[in-house]
């Protein structure tokens, strides 16, 4: 106590918020917009949705947002390599697995402001396009969301919200940091309202020589939003946001690799009109996304150099249409309607002189992919409220692939209110993917015949808040069972193993999370997951569990956390598991209310660990530097 009382005559305390402002906050955080497309109360929607702030993202000074998604959310796991980068192509990190259910595939989609984001040849995620610069928060739907976002989200949603309302006046900031094995990270924003008009613009660059020969990585990229307040109803704005980085790949530690590099430009743009009134909010938006990439897998020190790159442009443009409107007491009905065009194009080009070669891309496999699909969707979404503590809530979808055909995506539950600050939802769901032009189109065992893989998930969920919202905790038990999974084997009709739907997977598990703020100081929180698997799965561990403490006194910030992951499997064919505790933490000075000092280390007990079979993880790693606000 008297410890604490020097401090703050020697230094002066920074004003902390009040109980009261607590409970606002927690109320303003029970707001969600990923599980219904419009505005609503968490407590009044059937599905689970875990949310990350802006705080909780940039307590540990982090450029990227998988790290802290990968500690803060139940069931989810995201692989890793290095210090810094996740790469592509092979050995590469980066994959988000939602309760067992991996992006690697496509069977989880990352979503920035609704639209879709992946990679439209392979049909997965690109995790080191996701900054904190483009994040406000980050929502994420833990379980099937097809009936809202289609293919790609059969087994949940990532759902990263840029900036919304920026406060009058100029906002600006400027963050540097250096680190372990020449790591470097930077960014700058700007945030500016006047009037009806706001804008949002950020900068960043990370590099790392990370913490193996071979395996340099830099990253540059930037983010801007622009738009308007028609009237005090309609809003317009516009968005664009440019990823470039280059990544090595020293190959695994039995098999190391020369020459394996990446250089990956991602970009997306996207307009977008808003209308918000008491009983009807809805929006237009209008998207293109787009990548291209140059790839050399390398080779081993004894084999001889490839004489070709990889390359490929893929781009995702669509429209997406949504109005919900209350027809009486307790109604909210939302229409909506989706379209997209997938377009994917890959060859091989001369590393000497940059010509494309008229050849297959490898040999004995099909020639050079040039391919669009497209994706025409519509669904309804119906939720009543039948007494004053029950809701009821029921969607379908119908969504038509160019390729695969037509599917029928229903989905509904019921929250029970049996207490105040209380809701039990008891909810099933169906989530598909329809196969990509990889699968179908590219390599020797492409099949143009593959069906949509199928999910059907149930669940029950308890969520409570006590103690004047500074205690919240939820619990939620989930079976799912996939079936018409794409694999490989022998297909009789083509001759030759090849992909084929055969797959079927059982999960369930159980979730627990809570968060305690003990006073005006401290901040607990934990959170803990089991995966039960019929077989082992890559990035997906059997038990994740995490507890985290915030404190903050006058000018001084503490944050630490303590993740233990077990089960994890590293090799499906030899069912090799990797178990592993990992102690990260970060303090931060306030020398003035506008600079800010900090220092973060990461892995403190120097575990020796693999996530990606092969690629050993760094031991204890730190980086420091300041932040000026202005």
Not at 72 to 79: E, R, S
Not at 157 to 165: A, G, L, M
Not at 439 to 453: K, R, T, V
Not at 596 to 625: H, V
Request: aromatic content about 12%; hydrophobic content about 40%; proline content about 4%.
């Amino acid at each position: 106590m008297k410890a604490a009382l020097i401090l703050s005559a020697l230094f002066g305390c920074v004003q902390m918020s009040s109980a009261e402002n607590v409970l606002a906050d927690s109320l303003m955080h029970d707001i969600v917009v990923t599980g219904t497309r419009v505005a609503a109360p968490e407590r009044l929607i059937v599905p689970t949705v875990s949310i990350l702030s802006s705080d909780q993202q940039n307590r540990m000074e982090r450029t990227d947002i998988l790290p802290t998604l990968s500690e803060l959310v139940p069931n989810a796991f995201v692989t890793q390599r290095g210090v810094m980068g996740y790469g592509v192509s092979g050995g590469a990190a980066g994959g988000i697995s939602l309760r067992g259910l991996d992006t690697g595939t496509g069977r989880a989609l990352v979503l920035v402001d609704g639209h879709p984001q992946y990679q439209g040849i392979f049909g997965h995620a690109i995790a080191d396009a996701y900054q904190t610069m483009l994040a406000e928060r980050v929502e994420v739907v833990r379980g099937p969301a097809s009936l809202l976002y289609g293919s790609n989200a059969m087994g949940g949603v990532v759902n990263i919200i840029t900036r919304q309302d920026p406060a009058q006046g100029v906002h600006s900031g400027l963050s540097l940091g250096i680190g372990s094995y020449n790591s470097v990270q930077a960014d700058f924003h700007s945030r500016v309202r006047v009037g009806r008009f706001f804008s949002d613009v950020a900068l960043n660059y990370q590099g790392s020589d990370n913490h193996r020969p071979s395996m340099g990585f830099y990253q540059y990229g930037g983010f801007a939003k622009v738009g308007y307040d028609l009237t005090s109803h309609w809003r317009a704005w516009g968005s664009f946001n440019f990823t470039h980085f280059a990544a090595s790949n020293p190959g695994t530690e039995a098999s190391p690799l020369l020459d394996a590099r990446q250089w990956i430009n991602r970009g997306a743009a996207e307009l977008v009109v808003e209308n918000h009134y008491g009983s009807t909010s809805g929006a237009l938006h209008v998207y293109h996304n787009f990548g291209r990439h140059k790839i050399n897998d390398g080779h081993a020190a004894a084999a001889a150099a490839r004489d070709f790159y990889f390359r490929s442009l893929d781009a995702l443009s669509g429209v997406s249409l949504h109005q919900g409107i209350a027809l009486w007491a307790g109604n909210w009905l939302t229409l909506g309607f989706d379209y997209q065009n997938i377009h994917g194009e890959c060859w091989n080009s001369s590393i000497a002189t940059g010509e494309r070669l008229n050849r297959p891309m490898e040999q004995n496999m099909h020639y050079p992919l040039d391919k669009d699909l497209t994706e025409l969707a519509g669904y309804v979404d119906f939720r009543q409220d039948l007494t004053p503590w029950l809701t009821f809530e029921a969607g379908v979808r119908y969504d038509h692939h160019s390729e695969a055909g037509g599917e029928w995506v229903p989905q509904g539950g019921l929250v029970f209110r049996p207490v105040r600050e209380g809701q039990l939802k008891l909810s099933v769901g169906k989530g598909f993917r329809v196969p990509n032009l990889k699968e179908m189109y590219l390599y020797g065992i492409a099949n143009p015949d593959l069906q949509p893989e199928r999910l059907w998930n149930y669940e029950m969920a308890w969520k409570h808040r006590l103690a004047d919202g500074r205690l919240t905790y939820g619990v939620n038990f989930f079976y799912l069972k996939a079936d018409n999974l794409i694999g490989t084997a022998m297909v009789s009709s083509l001759g030759r193993a090849a992909n084929y739907n055969t797959g079927r997977r059982e999960h369930y598990g159980a979730e627990l999370e809570a968060t305690f703020r003990a006073d005006r100081h401290w901040t607990l929180s934990t959170n803990h997951s089991y995966l039960h698997m019929d077989s082992p799965l890559l990035a997906a561990p059997e038990y994740k569990g995490y507890l985290g403490a915030a404190y903050r006194l006058c000018r001084l910030e503490l944050n630490a956390g303590v993740q233990y992951v077990s089960g994890l499997c590293t090799n499906v064919t030899t069912e090799s598991k990797e178990s592993f505790c990992l102690v990260n933490a970060s303090v931060a000075y306030h020398l003035f209310p506008q600079v800010k000092f900090w220092l973060r280390g990461e892995n403190l007990l120097a575990q020796r660990y693999e996530i990606n079979e092969g690629f050993p993880m760094p031991k204890a790693t730190f980086m420091g530097g300041i932040r000026v606000n202005f």
